[in-house]
C-alpha cells in the first residue's frame, strides 16, 4: 500500500512539470503585451521598453522558461503586473476561499449524490428512481449562473433567509487568520456567530456550485448499485441471509462507489473552473474572481500562478482518490504492481 | 423414521417478465429424509436453480407468491421467505469465483453470516471459523481469515463457501453444482470433502448437478426435473439401472458411461413461456401417444420407493432414438 502511494506521487511529478512548461508557453502565446497594458495608453516606446526590461520579457525566451521554471519551484510568482503585489501573497490570500467553496460544494454533491443514488437503485423504475434521474438531468444541463441567479431571487430577495453575495457579513468581519478557511478559523477564534454568518453565505454559492457534481454522482451511484445487484455475490449475500440494510447500504454500495470515487477525482478539476462564474456572481473572494480580472488585465503572472496552483491542487486530489480507491477495493493497488 | 429435514409440497413458481408468464415450477414435491443426500438432476432451464432459489427464498423479481409448501424441520418458511430457516440450511453456490465479493475480506463475509446466525461473540466465531478452515484443509487458516477473495484460488474458494455453508451449525446443506467452474482434479477433492463433511457431521444434503457420475457418487436418491416437472424420482442407484421415463431413458442411453454430462436429446427444453399443453416432454417423445398433449400425467407411484410422471413407461423405445 505504501508503496503504491509512493508510486502515484511519483507519477504526478512529470505531469505537474509538464504543466509548469505549458503555463510559461501559453502565456508568450496569448496576445496582448503586458508591458504596454502597465504602461498605460498614452505611454511612449520608451516606457514601455523600460517595464519590459523591469520584467524581463526583453530576456531570450529560453531564458525567461528558465527563470520561470526556478522561480515556481521555489513557490516565487514574480510580482502581479496588475497590483505590483507579491502573486503568491495574493493567491494565498484567495485559496482558501476557493478551497472552501469547492470542498463545500463536494461535500454536498457527494453526500447527497450517494444516498440519492442508491434509494433511486433501490426503488429501480419507482417514484424516487424517476424523480432522481430527472434530477441528475436536470443539473447537468441548468447552467450554473442561471441557477445562482434564481437561488439569489429567491432565498435573498424573497424570502430574505440568506445573504446575497460575499463571504461574511461586513458587521460581523472576518475572523483572526489561521488556515485562511473561515469555518475554521471562527471555531479557532471561539466564535459560533462568525462561523454560522460563513455557513449562510457558503450556503447559495455551495448549492450552485455542487449540482453538476450531484447529478453526476447520484447517476454514477445508481448505475454502480444496479450493476452490482446483479452481481453474483450479492444473490449469493442474500442466500445467505445478510441483512437488507446492510446489503445495499455496506455490502453492494463499497462495490458502487469505487467508480463513483474516480468521478470524483475528474469532478474536481469541473468544479475548480465552475467556480470562477459562482464566484464573479456571489462576489466571492476566491482565486476565480483573481483569474477573471488576471485576465482581463493581461496579468499573465496571476494567471500562471491560478494555473499552477489549481494544477496543483487537482495533482493532490487525483492522488486522493487514487489512493481512496486503493483502500475500497484491495485489487487495485495490487493491479498497479 | 423421523421426519424429513426438508419437505417441498407441490412447490409451483411463476414469474412474470416482459416476455410473458412462465410456470417455472409446477408442483414440484421433493424430500429430503434427516441424514439423507437426494440430487436433483436436469438439463439448464429445467428449473433446478428456481427451486433452490424458492428453498432459500431468494426468488428474483417478478415471482408470484409460490404455490405449495416448503417444510423445513416441520415448519413451513415459504411464508417468510426462508429468513427462519437461513443459517441451519447451509448454501453451497455454484461458481466460487463470482460468489464472494471482492472488496470485502473473505473471513469478514462468513463471520457476518455468523454474526447474523450463529450463538457467540466474534471471537467465538473467529475460533470456529479457523476451525472449520482446518476442517476444509484451507492451507494457513489463521491467516486465511485476513484474506481477500482473489487472493485465493478457485478451489480453494469452495472450501471457503463450504466452511461459511458449515457455519451456523445447519440441518441441511444445499449446493448448487458446486464444482463445475473448477477443474476436473478440484473438483473430486472438494466432492470428496463435501461428501465427507456430510457423513461426518450427519447433515442432510440436496444436490443440484446435470452430471450423473457426481450424482452417483454423492446422492442415495435422485428426482429428475424436466421442464419445471418431476419426471421422475427414486433410490438413485435403480434410476440410474433402469430409467423409467423416456426422458431419463434417452438421457443414459445417450451416455451410456453415466459419467459425462447431460447433453444431447432431439430438441430442446421449452421455453419457459411457452410450454407445450399436456406432457411437456411429449414434443420430444419418442413415444408420444394422443393423450400425452392433452393433460399432463400424474405422477405414479412404483415400488421400490420410485415414481414416475409417465404412464406409458413400461413401454420400450423405439431401437433408433438414442442411440
Known amino acids: 500500500m505504501a508503496r503504491y502511494v509512493l508510486r502515484r506521487l511519483l507519477l504526478a511529478l512529470p505531469a505537474l512539470f509538464g504543466l509548469v512548461i505549458l503555463t510559461f508557453v501559453l502565456s508568450r502565446v496569448i496576445p496582448g503585451d503586458p508591458a504596454a497594458t502597465l504602461a498605460g495608453d498614452g505611454a511612449t516606446p520608451a516606457q514601455i521598453a523600460e517595464l519590459r526590461a523591469q520584467y524581463g520579457l526583453d530576456r531570450p525566451i ?29 493567491i494565498a490570500q484567495r485559496l482558501p476561499a476557493t478551497l472552501e467553496l469547492t470542498f463545500a460544494a463536494l461535500f454536498l454533491a457527494t453526500f447527497l449524490g450517494i444516498p440519492l443514488g442508491l434509494v433511486a437503485a433501490l426503488n429501480h423504475n419507482g417514484p424516487v428512481d424517476h424523480l432522481v434521474r430527472l434530477l441528475s438531468v436536470g443539473g447537468l444541463a441548468i447552467a450554473s449562473f442561471w441557477l445562482a441567479i434564481m437561488l439569489q431571487l429567491v432565498f435573498s430577495m424573497d424570502l430574505d433567509v440568506l445573504p446575497l453575495r460575499g463571504r461574511v457579513d461586513v458587521a460581523t468581519g472576518l475572523p483572526p487568520r489561521v488556515t485562511g478557511f473561515v469555518l475554521v478559523d471562527s471555531l479557532v477564534a471561539g466564535r459560533p456567530d462568525m462561523f454560522m454568518d460563513a455557513l449562510r453565505h457558503l450556503a447559495l454559492p455551495a448549492i450552485t456550485l455542487s449540482l453538476p457534481g450531484l447529478a453526476t454522482i447520484a447517476r454514477f451511484t445508481r448505475s454502480g448499485v444496479l450493476e452490482t445487484l446483479q452481481k453474483d455475490f450479492v444473490l449469493y449475500a442474500r442466500a445467505a441471509g445478510y441483512g437488507r440494510i446492510r446489503l445495499a447500504a455496506i455490502y453492494v454500495l463499497r462495490n458502487a462507489v469505487t467508480l463513483v470515487v474516480t468521478q470524483v477525482g475528474l469532478l474536481f478539476g469541473a468544479l475548480i473552473s465552475g467556480a470562477v462564474a459562482v464566484e464573479a456572481i456571489f462576489d466571492w473572494p476566491g482565486l476565480g474572481t483573481y483569474a477573471v480580472q488576471a485576465i482581463l488585465s493581461a496579468d499573465y503572472k496571476a494567471l500562471l500562478a491560478v494555473t499552477m496552483v489549481v494544477g496543483v491542487v487537482y495533482a493532490v486530489v487525483n492522488v486522493t482518490v487514487d489512493v481512496a480507491q486503493a483502500l475500497i477495493d484491495p485489487r487495485v493497488a495490487e493491479d498497479a504492481r | 423414521m423421523s421426519a424429513p429435514v426438508l419437505a417441498v409440497e407441490g412447490l409451483g413458481v411463476r414469474l412474470r417478465s416482459d416476455r410473458g408468464i412462465a410456470d417455472i415450477l409446477d408442483d414440484v414435491s421433493i424430500t429430503v429424509p434427516r441424514g439423507g443426500t437426494v440430487g436433483v438432476v436436469g438439463e439448464s432451464g429445467c428449473g433446478k436453480s428456481t427451486l433452490l432459489r424458492a428453498i432459500l427464498g431468494i426468488l428474483p423479481r417478478g415471482a408470484e407468491p409460490p404455490k405449495g409448501r416448503i417444510l423445513f424441520e416441520g415448519r413451513d418458511i415459504l ?8 443459517g441451519r440450511i447451509g448454501f453451497v453456490p455454484q461458481d466460487p469465483y463470482l460468489s464472494l465479493n471482492p472488496v470485502f475480506r473473505a473471513g469478514d463475509q462468513i463471520l457476518e453470516i455468523m454474526r447474523r446466525h450463529a450463538r457467540g461473540s466474534r471471537a467465538e466465531h ?4 479457523v476451525e472449520l478452515f482446518r476442517a476444509v484443509q484451507l492451507p494457513d487458516p489463521e491467516a486465511a481469515l485476513r484474506k481477500y477473495p482473489h487472493q485465493f484460488s478457485g478451489g480453494q474458494r469452495q472450501r471457503l463457501l463450504i466452511a461459511a455453508a458449515m457455519s451456523c451449525d445447519p440441518a441441511l446443506i444445499i449446493a448448487d453444482e458446486p464444482t463445475t467452474a473448477l477443474d476436473v482434479t478440484t473438483q473430486r477433492e472438494i466432492l470428496a470433502l463435501l461428501r465427507g463433511l456430510v457423513v461426518e457431521r450427519g447433515l442432510s444434503l440436496l444436490f443440484v448437478t446435470h452430471d450423473f457420475g457426481v450424482l452417483a457418487n454423492l446422492c442415495a436418491e435422485v428426482t429428475v426435473l424436466y421442464a419445471g416437472r418431476v419426471a421422475e424420482a427414486g433410490p438413485t442407484r435403480d434410476v440410474l439401472d433402469a430409467p423409467r421415463h423416456p426422458y431419463t431413458r434417452l438421457l443414459l442411453a445417450c451416455h451410456p458411461d453415466r459419467a459425462t454430462d447431460l447433453l444431447g436429446i432431439p430438441g430442446t427444453v421449452p421455453a419457459a413461456t411457452a410450454q407445450p399443453g399436456g406432457c411437456r416432454f411429449h414434443p420430444r417423445c419418442p413415444i408420444i401417444h394422443s393423450g400425452c398433449v392433452v393433460e399432463p400425467p400424474p405422477l405414479l407411484p412404483l415400488p421400490g420407493d420410485r415414481a414416475v410422471a409417465c404412464p406409458w413407461h413400461a413401454d420400450p423405445l423405439p431401437e433408433t432414438i438414442g442411440g
Do not use: C, W
Open chain 2, 126 to 129: 473467529k475460533r470456529r471459523l
Open chain 1, 62 to 90: 529560453l531564458e525567461q522558461a528558465v527563470i520561470h521554471v526556478r522561480q515556481v519551484l521555489t513557490g516565487d510568482f514574480g510580482r502581479s503586473i496588475f497590483s505590483g503585489r507579491p502573486v503568491a501573497e495574493e
Open chain 2, 79 to 86: 411464508p417468510d421467505r426462508a429468513a427462519s430457516a437461513r
